[in-house]
């Protein structure tokens, strides 16, 4: 029942008791330097990446659609990463490749959020209804998770639109069940019931007074869903699944494969620098997301 | 008790499979376009009037949707999964000739990723806040962001093509005619990078939980009693920590089962390993559809396999949820 968010929710929570269990004045002292460092990389890679997806026609060479010197050219002062199999500049590929991986991740992080609060919210304040919602968000983590997205992709055809779609509508259930435990806290205290007497409707208890509450950890899960999504993203455009227009670091990844770019020395060029980047952009957002968990889930807090 | 909640759990994994099955019947009728081509997997032109007369007549696409949705319920039921119309052979048979692959890999993962999560996280839980904790901890963080396909191109690059170490694809040497040992040492040869790469995908998640859940340990009145009583730093390690930490880690490999199982699919497809996963890949760029649907189920039926052990093997472990 570990779905990847899951997981990371897990390993975050799990790599954090330990870390505080530190007796003398020095480590703690070491330790709140630790996560302020943590949280400074997150925060220098996410905003160096987003800062290139948003320049990026200033800060790439060339038109990465466009055949601007020989195919499988090594780096050369034209070219610093060299060109793929048609010519393509491989460096500004990736730069502009970097609008697409973030947009993806973004945007079904995004959904993944609003779905899992909702659900959360909804399933934390009723009972009834809420038992029924998590029976499937159960089914939901249960099913296995990558072959389902392959499945759903190679039906509903390669866009960008179906990618985000697919992996927003899929990883939602860890956030639902976190939210929900919370929710379930808040709902049982007492200023719920004070403010049901005084006839507040549900409505307007969740809205007003419960969702403040878990929009911080909303937005802890978001960031660290952000990561996940953008991993999965190059999954799938690694297996040619991706919208065939819109290349992302995994589509640079994909041609990388399927040209045999790793039996060669070209795999230096074409293969490192992509993988480095999927996995820097998912390594800032998990770290955010670990300080930000650190700070707004009471779970960590009070143990 | 544990009977009622374990009817309830049983229930809910029937509940993941049927709803598996829905998806699979749905998806291709839902789709536009001529169902009878996305059931088929091929353009209806290529197929001969006798087969077209044939899948209609199996499927029943001139019942009524709940008598297709029954037929198609028994076939799976029954283990038919159809016949591929592209590659010209009955699907049963395709997944037989891959499992054995799959299985090969993934449990050979899983065993690396046991042994080295385990061994790393209790060091680094007993030498924890140390500059070795701090370095495995960063470690496993980083590795746990890195694509797994990635890192599998990355070996094929170094250890196969640089280093020559290891072959860089399949999982035989075709037509060399190995027996016996020499059979086996190629085996494993070609199966070395793959589950390499594999291990790594769940190394972190095992280490974390033992570190954690050895911390926790580190902290619990029996072990201030070993130590009082003078055992040895060795043996109250070896003998009270280990065991007691190793619950949380059994359930999360019983787990990581199903989860590597469902990784073969990029795996596979990096290093052309004839496995369950390549399997699907290759359906997928061929658009043959019955396979695809074949091999998904087959990975859910793994992910509730392994999620069935890890609910039956942790009452056996631990006493106390017996109790519970």
Known sequence: ?303 | MTNARHGKQLLQYGLVLLIAITLNFALPRLMPGNPLALIAGVDVGLLTPEERAEIRDRVGLDQPLHQQYLTYLGDVLTGDFGYSYRQKQPITEMIMARLPWTLLLTLSALAVSALVGIILGAIAAWRRASRLDMVLLNGMIVLDSLPSFWLGMLFIAIFAVQLGWFPSQGAVTPASGYQGIAYAVDVMRHAALPVLTLSLLSIPRVFLTMRYSMCSVLGAEFIRTARAKGISDWRILVRHMIPNAMLPVVTVLALRFGFAFGGTVVIETVFSYPGLGRLIFEAVSGRDYPVMQAAFLLFTAAVLLSNLLADWLYPRLDPRARAA
Request: aromatic share 8%; proline share 6%.
């Open chain 1, 1 to 303: 029942m570990v779905s990847p968010t899951q997981a990371q929710t897990q390993a975050r929570t799990i790599a954090r008791p330990a870390q505080r269990r530190q007796p003398r004045a020095t480590s703690r002292r070491l330790r709140v330097t630790a996560t302020q460092l943590t949280a400074a990389v997150g925060v220098t890679l996410v905003t160096l990446l987003i800062l290139i997806a948003v320049f990026a026609p200033f800060i790439a060479p060339y038109d990465p659609a466009e055949r601007v010197g020989r195919p499988f050219s090594p780096p050369s002062a034209e070219h610093a990463l060299g060109t793929n199999d048609i010519g393509h500049d491989i460096l500004s590929e990736l730069i502009f490749g970097a609008r697409i991986s973030l947009a993806v991740g973004l945007t079904a992080g995004l959904i993944t959020v609003v779905i899992g609060t909702t659900v959360g919210l909804l399933a934390g304040y009723f009972p009834r209804l809420g038992s029924i919602l998590m029976r499937f968000t159960d089914v939901v983590l249960v099913l296995p998770f990558l072959p389902l997205l392959i499945i759903l992709a190679a039906y509903l055809g390669r866009s960008l639109m179906n990618t985000v779609l697919i992996i927003g509508l899929l990883i939602w259930a860890s956030t639902a069940r976190l939210i929900r435990s919370q929710v379930m806290v808040i709902s049982s205290q007492d200023f719920v019931l004070a403010a049901r007497s005084l006839g507040a409707t549900h409505r307007h208890i969740i809205i007003r007074h419960v969702l403040p509450q878990v929009m911080l950890l909303s937005i802890g899960e978001f960031v660290q869903v952000v990561g996940q999504a953008i991993l999965l993203e190059a999954s799938l455009s690694f297996l040619g699944l991706g919208d065939p227009l819109q290349k992302s670091w995994g589509t640079v990844l994909y041609w990388a494969q399927v040209r045999g770019a790793f039996l060669s020395p070209a795999w230096a060029w074409w293969v490192l620098p992509p993988g480095l980047l999927i996995g820097l952009a998912t390594l800032g957002f998990a770290l955010i997301g670990f300080t930000l968990e650190q700070r707004f889930n009471p779970r960590l807090r009070q143990r």
